[in-house]
């Protein structure tokens, strides 16, 4: 007898098993797997994606970067095939009903294995570029299918299972990465599991500018160490991460400074000196353009957020 999965009942017993395992700094008992709980919407803030996939059980999540907005909410999942500066919040969480969140970080080893034991790629490739290699976005957001969220509540049972762990969460965590593979944003998962896919290149390119943002560099010196033409790694660098390579260091920049202010460890003229800011009004003024206020007003803003709680 064959037993239909329904996405509500699965759903409805997600929330319950992250509502109980939760903490607060969101690791879980089994290596690679996150929960989260979110007791109110928030402000948008900045941070990083890393590469991770995210389905929401309970309420809302809204991810910004460059010109694409990202929404999404119960039964649905987002992708971050790259570890990409994005603005977010949750738009729907509260004391009664927070916010309740599944995450499995995507690993470019488990992902080729899989692979190759499948002995080939899905079918359902990535869409071709007119005159340039194919680039899927990195991120995206897709409705869970009912396998897919069946395969993570059995994983996230585990957490009720000690004795169970170690032999059966190996064997589940590639079953979702699989439900993910062979799913609408496949493509994204695939690419990180080649080593010689696009994405990789403009990986390895994210990586370097996330380590070196202080340092100025030529486009076209980061275009050769990827082996692709100025042009080509151009346009794949702003399909995958909708910003162009000088705008991401701006957004790493930022994002960094924002985390030095909050220390009160240093002026506003030497953290913009020590992201890479030769000018210390243009570091003002673009700080101001990203997070809404100048940079000292925003640090004492932030800061006072954070002394409250403690209060």
């Not at 994606?49 to 309970?58: C, S």
């Not at 910004?64 to 987002?78: E, F, M, N, S, T």
């Not at 799913?183 to 690419?191: D, E, I, N, V």
Request: charged share 20%; with cysteine; glycine share 10%.
């Amino acid at each position: 007898m064959v037993i239909a999965l329904r996405s509500d009942v699965l759903l409805a017993e997600l929330r319950e098993l992250i509502a109980r395992h939760a903490r607060a700094d969101e690791t879980t008992a089994i290596d690679g797997v996150l929960l989260s709980a979110a007791t109110g919407p928030q402000e948008p803030r900045g941070s990083t994606t890393g590469t991770v996939a995210a389905v929401i059980a309970q309420g809302a999540k809204r991810l910004a970067i460059g010109d694409r907005v990202y929404d999404y909410g119960p039964g649905q999942y987002l992708v971050a095939s790259v570890d990409l500066p994005v603005t977010g919040h949750y738009t729907r969480a509260s004391a009664e009903e927070p916010a309740l969140g599944f995450g499995l970080m995507l690993r470019p080893a488990a992902i080729a294995a899989l692979l190759l034991d499948a002995g080939a790629a899905p079918a359902s490739g990535p869409v071709r570029r007119a005159g340039g290699a194919a680039a899927p976005p990195g991120l995206g957001v897709a409705d869970a299918s009912p396998e897919l969220l069946d395969a993570v509540v059995r994983l996230v049972r585990l957490l009720d299972r000690p004795a169970d762990r170690a032999v059966l969460a190996p064997g589940l965590q590639r079953e979702v990465l699989w439900r993910l593979l062979t799913g609408p944003l496949g493509a994204s998962l695939r690419q990180i599991g080649m080593s010689d896919s696009s994405l990789t290149h403009v990986r390895r390119a994210v990586r370097w500018i996330t380590e070196h943002h202080a340092t100025a560099f030529r486009v076209e010196d980061l275009a050769r160490s990827c082996g692709m033409s100025t042009s080509a790694f151009h346009r794949t660098f702003h399909a995958v991460t909708a910003l162009s390579p000088i705008q991401f260091q701006k957004q790493v920049r930022l994002q960094e400074s924002r985390l030095l202010l909050l220390t009160g460890a240093h002026d506003v003229a030497t953290v913009g000196h020590r992201v890479g800011y030769d000018s210390t009004s243009q570091f003002s003024r673009e700080y101001r353009r990203q997070f809404g206020l100048p940079p000292g007003r925003d640090a004492a803003r932030l800061r006072a957020g954070v002394a409250a709680p403690a209060a």
